[in-house]
Protein backbone atom coordinates (compact mmCIF):
# COMPACT_ATOMS: atom_id res chain seq x y z
CA UNK A 1 0.00 0.00 0.00
CA UNK A 2 1.57 3.59 -1.21
CA UNK A 3 2.32 5.42 1.79
CA UNK A 4 0.01 8.83 1.55
CA UNK A 5 -1.23 11.66 3.57
CA UNK A 6 -3.89 11.69 5.94
CA UNK A 7 -6.63 13.92 3.73
CA UNK A 8 -6.34 17.20 4.51
CA UNK A 9 -9.71 17.93 5.93
CA UNK A 10 -8.64 16.41 9.18
CA UNK A 11 -7.27 18.34 12.00
CA UNK A 12 -4.89 15.51 13.01
CA UNK A 13 -1.46 15.39 13.36
CA UNK A 14 0.44 12.22 12.48
CA UNK A 15 2.41 12.54 15.86
CA UNK A 16 -1.01 12.60 17.92
CA UNK A 17 -2.06 9.20 16.35
CA UNK A 18 1.01 7.61 15.19
CA UNK A 19 2.60 6.73 12.41
CA UNK A 20 -0.21 5.19 9.97
CA UNK A 21 -0.66 7.24 6.83
CA UNK A 22 -3.56 6.78 4.41
CA UNK A 23 -5.58 8.36 1.73
CA UNK A 24 -8.99 8.76 0.89
CA UNK A 25 -9.02 5.95 -1.70
CA UNK A 26 -7.45 3.51 1.22
CA UNK A 27 -10.11 4.36 3.70
CA UNK A 28 -12.81 3.91 1.30
CA UNK A 29 -11.83 0.60 0.38
CA UNK A 30 -11.73 -0.56 4.11
CA UNK A 31 -15.13 1.05 4.47
CA UNK A 32 -16.35 -1.33 1.68
CA UNK A 33 -14.71 -4.13 3.23
CA UNK A 34 -16.48 -3.19 6.72
CA UNK A 35 -19.61 -3.29 4.71
CA UNK A 36 -19.58 -6.18 3.29
CA UNK A 37 -19.16 -8.21 6.66
CA UNK A 38 -20.36 -6.24 9.48
CA UNK A 39 -23.12 -4.25 8.02
CA UNK A 40 -24.93 -7.62 6.29
CA UNK A 41 -24.64 -9.47 9.47
CA UNK A 42 -26.44 -7.05 11.74
CA UNK A 43 -29.03 -6.80 9.20
CA UNK A 44 -29.55 -10.39 9.47
CA UNK A 45 -29.86 -10.33 13.18
CA UNK A 46 -32.37 -7.52 13.23
CA UNK A 47 -34.30 -9.12 10.43
CA UNK A 48 -35.07 -12.28 12.48
CA UNK A 49 -35.64 -10.48 15.66
CA UNK A 50 -38.44 -8.05 14.15
CA UNK A 51 -39.90 -11.15 12.48
CA UNK A 52 -40.03 -12.74 15.89
CA UNK A 53 -42.10 -9.78 17.13
CA UNK A 54 -44.45 -9.92 13.64
CA UNK A 55 -45.19 -13.87 14.15
CA UNK A 56 -47.23 -13.31 17.08
CA UNK A 57 -50.01 -11.08 15.09
CA UNK A 58 -50.23 -12.90 12.81
CA UNK A 59 -50.39 -15.96 14.25
CA UNK A 60 -53.37 -14.63 16.18
CA UNK A 61 -55.06 -14.12 12.70
CA UNK A 62 -54.46 -18.26 12.34
CA UNK A 63 -56.03 -19.29 15.37
CA UNK A 64 -53.62 -18.73 18.46
CA UNK A 65 -56.04 -17.20 20.49
CA UNK A 66 -58.15 -19.48 20.19
CA UNK A 67 -56.16 -22.83 20.29
CA UNK A 68 -54.89 -21.00 23.87
CA UNK A 69 -58.28 -19.74 24.86
CA UNK A 70 -56.96 -16.22 25.18
CA UNK A 71 -59.20 -13.31 26.82
CA UNK A 72 -58.60 -10.08 25.20
CA UNK A 73 -56.29 -8.85 28.19
CA UNK A 74 -54.31 -12.12 27.84
CA UNK A 75 -53.35 -11.61 24.16
CA UNK A 76 -52.09 -7.92 25.42
CA UNK A 77 -50.49 -9.63 28.01
CA UNK A 78 -48.86 -12.25 25.38
CA UNK A 79 -47.38 -8.73 23.47
CA UNK A 80 -46.59 -7.11 26.70
CA UNK A 81 -44.66 -9.78 28.57
CA UNK A 82 -41.95 -9.95 25.47
CA UNK A 83 -41.19 -6.51 26.52
CA UNK A 84 -41.22 -6.96 30.29
CA UNK A 85 -38.51 -9.91 29.73
CA UNK A 86 -36.57 -7.71 27.60
CA UNK A 87 -36.94 -5.05 30.18
CA UNK A 88 -36.02 -7.23 33.04
CA UNK A 89 -32.86 -8.48 31.22
CA UNK A 90 -31.56 -4.88 30.40
CA UNK A 91 -29.89 -4.30 33.77
CA UNK A 92 -27.35 -7.37 33.53
CA UNK A 93 -26.72 -5.98 29.69
CA UNK A 94 -25.76 -2.67 30.85
CA UNK A 95 -22.81 -4.45 32.99
CA UNK A 96 -21.74 -7.30 30.47
CA UNK A 97 -21.80 -5.10 27.79
CA UNK A 98 -19.14 -3.01 28.99
CA UNK A 99 -17.15 -5.90 30.17
CA UNK A 100 -17.28 -8.56 27.57
CA UNK A 101 -16.41 -8.62 23.68
CA UNK A 102 -19.95 -7.66 22.23
CA UNK A 103 -19.76 -9.60 19.13
CA UNK A 104 -19.32 -13.11 20.83
CA UNK A 105 -22.03 -12.27 23.86
CA UNK A 106 -24.46 -11.44 20.87
CA UNK A 107 -23.90 -13.92 18.78
CA UNK A 108 -24.70 -16.88 21.76
CA UNK A 109 -27.58 -14.67 23.04
CA UNK A 110 -29.11 -14.99 19.43
CA UNK A 111 -28.93 -18.88 19.22
CA UNK A 112 -30.75 -18.67 22.73
CA UNK A 113 -32.93 -16.97 21.45
CA UNK A 114 -33.39 -18.90 18.34
CA UNK A 115 -34.54 -22.60 20.60
CA UNK A 116 -37.10 -20.25 22.91
CA UNK A 117 -38.43 -18.75 19.51
CA UNK A 118 -39.12 -22.29 18.42
CA UNK A 119 -40.71 -23.32 22.40
CA UNK A 120 -43.49 -21.01 21.29
CA UNK A 121 -44.55 -23.74 18.96
CA UNK A 122 -45.77 -26.25 22.46
CA UNK A 123 -47.62 -24.16 24.65
CA UNK A 124 -51.48 -25.21 25.04
CA UNK A 125 -52.25 -22.63 27.59
CA UNK A 126 -51.75 -18.82 28.38
CA UNK A 127 -49.67 -19.41 30.94
CA UNK A 128 -46.98 -21.89 29.45
CA UNK A 129 -47.12 -19.03 26.16
CA UNK A 130 -46.39 -16.50 28.24
CA UNK A 131 -43.56 -17.55 29.97
CA UNK A 132 -41.88 -18.52 27.06
CA UNK A 133 -42.71 -15.47 25.42
CA UNK A 134 -41.05 -13.91 28.57
CA UNK A 135 -37.79 -15.72 28.09
CA UNK A 136 -37.39 -14.86 24.23
CA UNK A 137 -37.89 -11.13 25.42
CA UNK A 138 -34.85 -11.67 28.02
CA UNK A 139 -32.88 -13.47 25.28
CA UNK A 140 -33.50 -11.27 22.37
CA UNK A 141 -32.72 -7.71 25.15
CA UNK A 142 -28.62 -7.50 24.51
CA UNK A 143 -29.35 -7.13 20.64
CA UNK A 144 -30.51 -3.50 20.05
CA UNK A 145 -28.32 -1.62 22.40
CA UNK A 146 -25.90 -3.81 21.65
CA UNK A 147 -26.03 -2.87 17.65
CA UNK A 148 -25.89 0.62 18.34
CA UNK A 149 -22.38 -0.13 20.16
CA UNK A 150 -21.16 -1.88 17.06
CA UNK A 151 -22.26 0.84 14.81
CA UNK A 152 -19.97 3.34 16.41
CA UNK A 153 -17.46 0.50 17.05
CA UNK A 154 -16.84 0.44 13.42
CA UNK A 155 -18.01 3.65 11.84
CA UNK A 156 -17.46 7.22 11.54
CA UNK A 157 -20.32 9.35 12.57
CA UNK A 158 -21.23 10.90 9.72
CA UNK A 159 -21.58 7.57 8.56
CA UNK A 160 -23.68 6.67 11.33
CA UNK A 161 -27.55 7.41 9.88
CA UNK A 162 -26.70 5.10 6.52
CA UNK A 163 -25.48 1.98 8.39
CA UNK A 164 -28.50 2.37 11.31
CA UNK A 165 -30.55 2.85 8.40
CA UNK A 166 -29.36 -0.58 7.02
CA UNK A 167 -30.28 -2.51 9.86
CA UNK A 168 -32.81 -0.99 11.00
CA UNK A 169 -34.85 -1.05 7.39
CA UNK A 170 -35.16 -4.94 8.27
CA UNK A 171 -37.73 -4.07 10.07
CA UNK A 172 -39.61 -3.20 7.18
CA UNK A 173 -38.32 -5.92 5.70
CA UNK A 174 -39.34 -8.60 8.36
CA UNK A 175 -43.12 -6.95 7.66
CA UNK A 176 -42.76 -7.85 3.91
CA UNK A 177 -41.67 -11.46 4.34
CA UNK A 178 -43.21 -12.50 7.81
CA UNK A 179 -47.01 -12.48 5.89
CA UNK A 180 -45.83 -13.76 2.86
CA UNK A 181 -44.32 -16.86 5.21
CA UNK A 182 -48.02 -17.30 7.40
CA UNK A 183 -49.65 -16.79 4.18
CA UNK A 184 -48.00 -20.09 2.55
CA UNK A 185 -47.59 -21.70 6.25
CA UNK A 186 -51.52 -20.55 6.66
CA UNK A 187 -52.40 -22.76 3.00
CA UNK A 188 -51.09 -25.93 4.30
CA UNK A 189 -53.82 -28.22 5.40
CA UNK A 190 -51.63 -31.39 5.87
CA UNK A 191 -49.29 -30.36 8.71
CA UNK A 192 -48.77 -32.29 12.39
CA UNK A 193 -49.11 -29.42 14.12
CA UNK A 194 -51.56 -25.72 13.97
CA UNK A 195 -50.12 -23.46 11.19
CA UNK A 196 -49.50 -20.91 14.12
CA UNK A 197 -47.46 -23.48 15.77
CA UNK A 198 -45.37 -24.13 12.11
CA UNK A 199 -44.23 -20.46 12.05
CA UNK A 200 -42.90 -19.80 15.02
CA UNK A 201 -40.80 -23.33 14.63
CA UNK A 202 -39.62 -21.67 11.21
CA UNK A 203 -38.36 -18.49 13.00
CA UNK A 204 -36.88 -20.61 15.37
CA UNK A 205 -34.61 -22.39 13.16
CA UNK A 206 -33.73 -20.13 11.26
CA UNK A 207 -32.94 -17.87 14.23
CA UNK A 208 -30.59 -20.54 15.16
CA UNK A 209 -28.76 -20.77 12.15
CA UNK A 210 -28.10 -16.74 11.91
CA UNK A 211 -26.57 -17.02 15.72
CA UNK A 212 -23.90 -19.98 14.34
CA UNK A 213 -23.12 -17.59 11.43
CA UNK A 214 -23.00 -13.83 13.60
CA UNK A 215 -20.39 -16.17 15.88
CA UNK A 216 -17.99 -17.18 13.13
CA UNK A 217 -18.41 -14.35 11.04
CA UNK A 218 -18.49 -11.12 13.33
CA UNK A 219 -15.25 -9.84 14.57
CA UNK A 220 -14.97 -8.09 18.00
CA UNK A 221 -13.30 -5.28 16.68
CA UNK A 222 -11.23 -3.76 13.65
CA UNK A 223 -8.16 -5.10 15.36
CA UNK A 224 -9.66 -8.55 15.16
CA UNK A 225 -11.12 -8.24 11.89
CA UNK A 226 -10.18 -11.49 9.59
CA UNK A 227 -11.45 -9.72 6.44
CA UNK A 228 -8.43 -6.57 6.63
CA UNK A 229 -4.84 -7.10 6.34
CA UNK A 230 -2.26 -5.84 9.16
CA UNK A 231 -2.10 -2.87 7.29
CA UNK A 232 -6.02 -2.03 6.79
CA UNK A 233 -6.74 -2.92 10.44
CA UNK A 234 -4.81 -0.01 11.22
CA UNK A 235 -6.66 2.23 8.92
CA UNK A 236 -10.01 1.05 10.31
CA UNK A 237 -8.71 2.11 13.52
CA UNK A 238 -7.22 5.32 12.57
CA UNK A 239 -10.06 6.30 10.82
CA UNK A 240 -12.13 6.43 13.80
CA UNK A 241 -9.50 8.12 16.17
CA UNK A 242 -9.33 10.86 13.66
CA UNK A 243 -12.91 11.40 14.11
CA UNK A 244 -12.69 11.53 17.88
CA UNK A 245 -14.16 7.94 19.15
CA UNK A 246 -12.25 6.45 21.88
CA UNK A 247 -10.58 3.55 22.18
CA UNK A 248 -13.13 0.34 23.33
CA UNK A 249 -12.38 -0.59 27.13
CA UNK A 250 -13.88 -3.82 29.07
CA UNK A 251 -14.08 -2.07 32.78
CA UNK A 252 -17.01 -0.26 34.07
CA UNK A 253 -16.44 3.52 34.57
CA UNK A 254 -18.90 4.75 37.41
CA UNK A 255 -17.91 8.17 36.50
CA UNK A 256 -19.57 8.18 33.07
CA UNK A 257 -22.80 6.34 34.48
CA UNK A 258 -23.34 9.30 37.28
CA UNK A 259 -22.38 11.63 33.91
CA UNK A 260 -24.74 10.22 31.63
CA UNK A 261 -27.74 10.63 34.98
CA UNK A 262 -27.10 14.46 34.45
CA UNK A 263 -26.64 15.02 30.82
CA UNK A 264 -29.81 16.41 28.88
CA UNK A 265 -28.72 14.58 25.88
CA UNK A 266 -28.95 11.36 27.65
CA UNK A 267 -32.31 11.79 28.94
CA UNK A 268 -33.63 13.06 25.80
CA UNK A 269 -32.31 10.02 23.86
CA UNK A 270 -34.29 7.71 26.50
CA UNK A 271 -37.27 9.97 26.04
CA UNK A 272 -37.80 8.93 22.63
CA UNK A 273 -37.39 5.44 23.13
CA UNK A 274 -40.39 5.58 25.53
CA UNK A 275 -42.42 7.94 23.77
CA UNK A 276 -41.92 6.11 20.25
CA UNK A 277 -42.36 2.28 21.48
CA UNK A 278 -45.59 3.68 23.39
CA UNK A 279 -47.08 4.64 20.05
CA UNK A 280 -45.72 1.43 18.21
CA UNK A 281 -48.50 -0.98 19.68
CA UNK A 282 -50.35 -0.22 16.28
CA UNK A 283 -47.49 -2.31 14.55
CA UNK A 284 -48.58 -5.25 16.52
CA UNK A 285 -52.10 -4.90 16.05
CA UNK A 286 -52.52 -3.43 12.39
CA UNK A 287 -53.72 -7.07 11.56
CA UNK A 288 -56.19 -6.99 14.05
CA UNK A 289 -57.30 -3.50 12.94
CA UNK A 290 -57.48 -4.37 9.52
CA UNK A 291 -59.08 -7.90 10.00
CA UNK A 292 -61.67 -6.36 12.40
CA UNK A 293 -62.92 -4.35 9.31
CA UNK A 294 -63.95 -7.17 6.81
CA UNK A 295 -60.82 -8.23 5.62
CA UNK A 296 -60.51 -12.11 5.37
CA UNK A 297 -57.27 -13.21 6.98
CA UNK A 298 -55.54 -14.47 4.23
CA UNK A 299 -55.83 -10.49 2.63
CA UNK A 300 -55.22 -9.34 6.15
CA UNK A 301 -51.91 -10.87 5.38
CA UNK A 302 -51.71 -9.76 1.57
CA UNK A 303 -52.93 -5.85 2.25
CA UNK A 304 -50.40 -5.27 4.98
CA UNK A 305 -47.55 -6.29 2.75
CA UNK A 306 -47.19 -2.59 1.88
CA UNK A 307 -46.18 -1.72 5.76
CA UNK A 308 -43.21 -2.57 5.18
CA UNK A 309 -42.76 -1.14 1.88
CA UNK A 310 -43.68 2.11 2.89
CA UNK A 311 -41.07 2.28 6.49
CA UNK A 312 -37.93 0.98 4.42
CA UNK A 313 -39.27 4.01 1.54
CA UNK A 314 -39.26 6.38 4.42
CA UNK A 315 -36.06 5.47 5.93
CA UNK A 316 -34.45 5.56 2.91
CA UNK A 317 -35.74 8.73 2.09
CA UNK A 318 -34.35 10.11 5.37
CA UNK A 319 -30.99 8.89 5.56
CA UNK A 320 -30.31 9.66 1.69
CA UNK A 321 -32.12 13.39 2.67
CA UNK A 322 -29.45 14.12 5.62
CA UNK A 323 -26.60 12.70 4.54
CA UNK A 324 -27.09 14.66 0.38
CA UNK A 325 -28.75 17.84 2.07
CA UNK A 326 -28.18 20.52 4.55
CA UNK A 327 -31.15 19.76 6.69
CA UNK A 328 -30.25 18.76 10.39
CA UNK A 329 -31.23 15.63 11.44
CA UNK A 330 -33.76 16.92 13.84
CA UNK A 331 -35.76 18.52 11.24
CA UNK A 332 -35.53 15.42 9.68
CA UNK A 333 -36.98 13.71 12.46
CA UNK A 334 -39.40 15.98 12.62
CA UNK A 335 -40.81 15.62 9.73
CA UNK A 336 -41.03 12.01 9.52
CA UNK A 337 -42.66 12.00 12.50
CA UNK A 338 -46.28 13.47 10.82
CA UNK A 339 -46.56 10.17 8.89
CA UNK A 340 -47.16 7.74 11.72
CA UNK A 341 -49.49 10.90 13.40
CA UNK A 342 -51.19 11.73 10.23
CA UNK A 343 -51.73 7.40 10.05
CA UNK A 344 -53.03 6.99 13.65
CA UNK A 345 -55.50 10.44 13.03
CA UNK A 346 -57.01 8.38 10.18
CA UNK A 347 -57.80 5.13 11.39
CA UNK A 348 -59.61 7.21 14.21
CA UNK A 349 -61.65 9.14 11.46
CA UNK A 350 -62.09 7.35 8.87
CA UNK A 351 -65.69 6.08 7.77
CA UNK A 352 -65.68 2.60 8.48
CA UNK A 353 -66.96 1.84 5.11
CA UNK A 354 -63.74 2.85 3.25
CA UNK A 355 -62.21 -0.38 3.57
CA UNK A 356 -58.77 0.50 1.68
CA UNK A 357 -58.60 3.77 3.25
CA UNK A 358 -58.22 1.94 6.61
CA UNK A 359 -55.70 -0.44 5.23
CA UNK A 360 -53.66 2.75 3.80
CA UNK A 361 -53.92 4.67 7.16
CA UNK A 362 -52.24 1.63 8.95
CA UNK A 363 -49.42 1.23 6.78
CA UNK A 364 -49.17 5.72 7.39
CA UNK A 365 -49.60 4.25 11.08
CA UNK A 366 -46.86 1.63 11.26
CA UNK A 367 -44.13 4.12 9.34
CA UNK A 368 -42.62 4.13 12.55
CA UNK A 369 -39.14 3.31 11.96
CA UNK A 370 -37.31 6.11 10.21
CA UNK A 371 -38.17 8.22 13.70
CA UNK A 372 -36.66 5.23 15.57
CA UNK A 373 -33.42 5.76 12.79
CA UNK A 374 -33.13 9.43 13.41
CA UNK A 375 -32.99 9.22 17.31
CA UNK A 376 -30.79 6.44 17.23
CA UNK A 377 -28.09 7.98 14.74
CA UNK A 378 -28.24 11.67 17.08
CA UNK A 379 -27.89 8.51 20.42
CA UNK A 380 -24.81 6.39 18.46
CA UNK A 381 -22.99 10.05 17.22
CA UNK A 382 -23.42 11.78 20.42
CA UNK A 383 -23.22 10.06 23.35
CA UNK A 384 -19.34 9.37 23.78
CA UNK A 385 -17.39 7.30 26.47
CA UNK A 386 -17.27 3.22 26.00
CA UNK A 387 -19.46 2.99 29.62
CA UNK A 388 -21.67 6.00 29.09
CA UNK A 389 -22.65 5.14 25.33
CA UNK A 390 -23.63 1.20 27.19
CA UNK A 391 -25.18 2.87 30.38
CA UNK A 392 -27.42 4.97 27.62
CA UNK A 393 -28.18 2.54 25.33
CA UNK A 394 -29.14 0.06 27.87
CA UNK A 395 -31.30 3.01 28.82
CA UNK A 396 -32.32 3.54 25.54
CA UNK A 397 -33.93 0.29 25.22
CA UNK A 398 -34.89 -0.57 28.99
CA UNK A 399 -37.49 2.47 28.47
CA UNK A 400 -38.22 0.78 25.44
CA UNK A 401 -39.28 -2.08 27.36
CA UNK A 402 -41.12 -0.57 29.56
CA UNK A 403 -43.04 1.59 27.33
CA UNK A 404 -43.42 -1.79 25.34
CA UNK A 405 -45.12 -3.35 28.48
CA UNK A 406 -47.60 -0.85 29.31
CA UNK A 407 -48.73 0.49 25.48
CA UNK A 408 -50.39 -2.63 24.80
CA UNK A 409 -52.98 -2.82 27.69
CA UNK A 410 -54.56 0.03 25.51
CA UNK A 411 -55.00 -1.91 22.82
CA UNK A 412 -58.29 -4.48 24.36
CA UNK A 413 -60.54 -6.37 21.95
CA UNK A 414 -63.43 -4.47 23.22
CA UNK A 415 -62.15 -1.42 21.61
CA UNK A 416 -61.94 -2.99 18.45
CA UNK A 417 -61.44 -2.49 15.53
CA UNK A 418 -60.75 1.41 16.08
CA UNK A 419 -58.98 0.76 19.08
CA UNK A 420 -59.25 4.74 20.32
CA UNK A 421 -57.44 4.41 23.68
CA UNK A 422 -54.12 3.17 21.74
CA UNK A 423 -54.25 5.29 18.97
CA UNK A 424 -54.99 8.41 20.72
CA UNK A 425 -51.94 7.67 23.19
CA UNK A 426 -50.19 7.43 19.81
CA UNK A 427 -51.23 11.01 18.11
CA UNK A 428 -50.00 12.79 22.33
CA UNK A 429 -46.46 10.84 21.67
CA UNK A 430 -45.87 11.71 17.91
CA UNK A 431 -46.87 15.09 19.13
CA UNK A 432 -44.34 14.92 22.26
CA UNK A 433 -41.96 13.87 20.05
CA UNK A 434 -41.84 16.40 17.53
CA UNK A 435 -41.66 18.89 19.98
CA UNK A 436 -38.36 16.89 21.44
CA UNK A 437 -36.56 16.98 18.63
CA UNK A 438 -36.86 20.59 18.62
CA UNK A 439 -35.66 21.00 21.99
CA UNK A 440 -32.61 18.76 20.91
CA UNK A 441 -31.60 20.94 18.65
CA UNK A 442 -31.69 23.75 20.29
CA UNK A 443 -29.97 22.68 23.05
CA UNK A 444 -27.38 20.66 20.93
CA UNK A 445 -26.64 24.42 18.91
CA UNK A 446 -26.76 26.45 22.13
CA UNK A 447 -23.53 23.11 23.48
CA UNK A 448 -21.59 23.97 20.08
CA UNK A 449 -21.78 27.58 19.91
CA UNK A 450 -20.68 27.70 23.95
CA UNK A 451 -17.69 25.87 22.74
CA UNK A 452 -16.66 27.89 20.25
CA UNK A 453 -17.19 31.05 22.08
CA UNK A 454 -15.08 29.53 24.19
CA UNK A 455 -11.57 28.91 21.82
CA UNK A 456 -12.03 25.46 22.24
CA UNK A 457 -10.39 23.60 18.76
CA UNK A 458 -12.53 21.21 17.19
CA UNK A 459 -10.10 18.71 16.95
CA UNK A 460 -8.22 15.94 18.53
CA UNK A 461 -6.71 16.11 21.41
CA UNK A 462 -3.22 14.53 22.37
CA UNK A 463 -5.04 12.35 24.70
CA UNK A 464 -7.87 11.34 22.55
CA UNK A 465 -6.28 8.16 21.16
CA UNK A 466 -5.83 6.08 24.83
CA UNK A 467 -8.18 7.63 26.79
CA UNK A 468 -12.24 6.62 27.17
CA UNK A 469 -13.26 9.93 27.58
CA UNK A 470 -16.59 11.46 27.45
CA UNK A 471 -18.45 13.99 25.01
CA UNK A 472 -18.43 16.57 27.74
CA UNK A 473 -14.77 15.56 28.83
CA UNK A 474 -13.29 15.89 25.25
CA UNK A 475 -14.12 19.73 24.91
CA UNK A 476 -13.13 19.48 21.00
CA UNK A 477 -16.60 17.70 20.49
CA UNK A 478 -19.21 19.17 18.43
CA UNK A 479 -22.61 17.44 18.59
CA UNK A 480 -24.66 16.73 15.61
CA UNK A 481 -28.32 17.89 15.38
Known amino acids: MAEEVIPSDQSVSEGVLGDVQFSPEDEKRVLRKIDRVVLPLMCVV ?9 AVGYAAIFGLQEDLH ?8 VVS ?10 YVFIYLMSRMQISRFVGIMIMVWGIVAGCLATPNNFGGFAAVRFILGACEGAVSPAFVIITSTWYKRKEHPIRTAAWVSCNGLASIIAPLIMYGVGYADDTALTNWRVMFLICGGATVACGLVFILLMPQSPETAWFLNDAEKKIARQRLLIDGQSNEKKVFNKSQGLEALQDPFCWMAVSFAFLGTFASPVLKFASLVINGFGWSKFNTMLVGLPSGVFQITFI ?13 RCYWGMAVTVLPLVGNIGVASIPASSKWGVVIFTWLASTISPVMVVSLSLMASNIKGNTKKAAVSNAYFILYGVAAVIAPQLWQKRDAPRYIKGIGADIACFGLIMALFMLYRVLAVRENKRRDSEGLAAEQTSTSEVADITDRQDKSFRYVS
Open 46 to 54: YFFQYLDKQ
Open 81 to 90: IFYLGQLTSE
Open 70 to 77: LTSDEYSW
Open 316 to 328: WITVIGIRVTKIP
